[in-house]
């Protein structure tokens, strides 16, 4: 009799077909058979992605819709899947079975209710300007402070009875990690998976952008669930004050932090005038990736 999944995991995908088949391999190089439970859904797709997820291995099951929506996508996965933890990834990241085997061992101790993978960043080839905005920003608290989510989360089964259907708003991951505080969600640090950033400055100020947008979002339609997220986070931040004391830090805090108030305002037009539905993507990343 075969042994039950150790996991689920939900890949929502969307005109994703440079990237899911890396996305699946890494996955499930390594992984004992029926040891991962694992569903892409590809939703509104005008490309090849559910035949080259179908291509990778007959074991992935593959749900196609006909809407692009993300939520929407993650609700349909949750309802095919069964096993418990169950992670939520990106179709443009890599995460390998080592580390999902970690997130899992995470979750299956005290009262970890949340986990993922520590964020690695392929920066190859990326000018000083995208390099230093990373630099800064993997050293700030939403980081470095049990960061789950940008690409990767798992939860429990507790902590999946946290809530019932995924919001349709964009920033899923926010909404998930202002779920759990910081005391019950980790960053397994001897975890990791691969995350790809933009070539170039306006690429990364579209996706920062679409980001500020979803978390105005957020924050207009979960106020009291921010306001408690804030002040969980703000008792164990560690602050950006080493970065401001630190002149050798400086020019590359000066170039996040104009990136970031461009993104904040360009968020903010787009949540107030925009189509938030309309998916603002950097897809430079993803040429690379089907020329490697």
Not at 131 to 158: M, N, P, Q
Not at 177 to 185: K, T, W, Y
Not at 244 to 263: G, M, Q, S
């Amino acid at each position: 009799m075969s042994r039950p999944p150790i996991a689920s995991i939900v890949i929502p995908a969307h005109n994703e077909e440079q990237m899911i088949g890396a996305c699946l391999t890494t996955l499930l190089t390594g992984a004992d058979e029926g040891e991962l439970e694992i569903v892409v859904v590809a939703n509104g797709c005008r490309d090849r992605t559910a035949e080259r997820a179908r291509a990778v291995d007959p074991a992935v099951q593959v749900v196609e819709i006909a809407r692009g929506s993300k939520p929407l996508a993650l609700n349909t996965g949750d309802h095919a899947v069964t096993a418990f933890p169950r992670f939520y990834v990106d179709a443009d990241v890599q995460v390998g079975i080592g580390a999902i085997r970690k997130v899992v061992a995470a979750l299956r101790v005290g009262d970890t209710l949340a986990a993922a993978p520590r964020m690695e960043l392929d920066l190859e080839g990326r000018p000083w300007r995208v390099r230093a905005f990373y630099e800064t920003w993997s050293k700030l608290h939403y980081v470095t402070d049990a960061h789950i989510g940008s690409g990767v989360y798992a939860v429990s089964e507790a902590g999946r009875a946290r809530f019932g259907r995924f919001p349709d708003i964009v920033a899923d991951d926010m909404f998930i990690h202002s779920l759990f505080d910081p005391s019950e969600r980790v960053s397994v640090r001897d975890a990791e998976f691969v995350d790809r950033a933009p070539l170039t400055l306006r690429g990364l100020l579209r996706i920062k952008g679409r980001a500020a947008a979803g978390n105005f979002e957020y924050r207009a339609k979960y106020a009291d669930q921010a306001r408690h997220a804030d002040g969980a986070n703000r008792r164990r931040a560690a602050g950006a004050g080493a970065l401001v004391r630190d002149p050798k830090a400086w020019p590359a805090l000066a170039l996040y932090t104009a990136v970031y108030v461009a993104a904040q305002i360009r968020g903010w037009w787009k949540f107030r005038f925009g189509d938030l539905r309309q998916w603002d993507r950097d897809d430079s990343a993803r040429d690379v990736a089907a020329t490697d």
